[in-house]
């Protein structure tokens, strides 16, 4: 299994997809798709824009469905929900199909939305991607990070370190790339301080200054919940049964 | 002082400045930069391409000079050097201009070459960074990376990390970017092993199939080289003088 890490969608290659793509969005985005899934939401379904989001929701009949719209770290007037995870109780998504759409997360799964396998990973959900991928063993992994407009951001990348610590034999052949071992000594030099390091983070500081501290605490933790996000079709997430 | 670390030139905003540039391409421009003036090469002067390089030689007669050109890690035909560090001794380059162009090291300086004070780092004089720092006291500093032909190096984000660490007083005003934590941290996961670090590199891996281990353990000595590398017109490194 050789691993890639990305830290945001436009540092990918454009010609290339992986076996395997691991798309990370901590704060928020893939937290929120985690804990929806884990209370019993029927999918998760992400749009690049809001335009896109509100016609379509217009159009589904099949299920029962929320809005989830945030810009900036804000929810969006016309959403029923906005970005925080901690919104997504089983009580009010169980059944229901969750339309989200992010200010950055949904930029990194439209950029691999077509590799075979595309799964969803935060910090919440780790042992589950790491579980899924040792036994599915990809011949390669990306690690996508969605950053904060473009740029690098702790939260993904220490995230991506999380994972491919527990996948990575410590032999050079399995690096595709520089970017992993900068992650993994990010997380090794953090594991005891997420919620430390998140509050450091540029995105972090957003939070705290939006009154924000509870969700980054919530996505800050480990292995809280087991559900594996995977796509189903493109931009449509569902919790893996094995 | 305002920390900003960017892991290649291509990474840095186009429309800003910071008061101090840092340019880091430690395998192994900036290592050669900081050997040659340290063992009394008059100057180091940068080229884009060897084409440019070739030519200003021609027309040089203000002191004896030296070429060194390396392109894929190896000596380009018609330079009397290339990027080895080591070639650089006092006997081969003491009183003379060394003219250089590399691969991605030059790129940086480019970058960078209108901010009001330009530096260049590695690992062999890092301390000496970390001192002309201090006392200066620049409100703005931007650690540049070289990179490989546009991707993050672990050996120029370790020795960005390092010089933060040492600046750094642990608060979240001081940090420009999310990037300087991760550098920090990849130079506290590794600072007791660099070398074991720079050959898990991309680039070191290169140098290795070059058989070129003995450079590789040479650029990863912390503080061997009481030497600071500094622009004193584009393109053109003096060694400092308080």
Redesign the interface.
Same mark, same amino acid.
């Given at each position: 299994m050789k691993l890639f890490v990305y830290?945001t969608p436009e540092a990918t290659p454009t010609d290339q997809l992986p076996d395997c793509a691991v798309v990370i969005d901590v704060l928020r985005a893939t937290t929120t798709i985690a804990t929806a899934l884990h209370a019993g939401a029927e999918a998760v379904q992400t749009f690049a824009d809001l335009d896109e989001l509100f016609q379509f929701s217009e159009t589904w009949q099949q299920t029962p469905f929320l809005r989830a719209g945030e810009r900036g770290g804000q929810q969006v007037e016309g959403c029923e929900l906005g970005n925080s995870p901690r919104s997504c109780t089983p009580e009010m998504v169980a059944g229901k199909r969750l339309f989200l759409t992010t200010t950055n997360g949904t930029r990194a799964l439209k950029r691999v939305e077509q590799a075979p396998t595309v799964i969803t990973a935060a910090q919440v959900n780790r042992q589950s991607v790491v579980k899924f991928l040792q036994t599915e063993q990809p011949d390669t992994v990306w690690f996508v990070g969605s950053g904060w407009q473009g740029?690098? #951001? =702790?939260e993904d990348?220490v995230c991506a370190g999380a994972i491919a610590k527990s996948l990575w034999n410590g032999d050079?052949d399995q690096?595709g790339?520089?970017?992993v071992?900068?992650a993994i #000594? =990010?997380y090794?030099?953090?594991q005891q301080d997420l919620f430390g390091?998140f509050?450091?983070?540029?995105h972090g500081?957003r939070l705290l200054r939006l009154d924000n501290e509870i969700d980054i605490r919530y996505c800050a933790q480990s292995d809280t919940l087991a559900v594996l996000p995977i796509q189903t079709e493109p931009g449509v997430l569902k919790a893996y049964r094995h």
């Open positions: 830290h740029d690098y #951001s =702790l990348t050079s690096l790339n520089d970017e071992i900068g #000594s =990010l090794q030099q953090w390091l509050k450091l983070a540029s500081q």
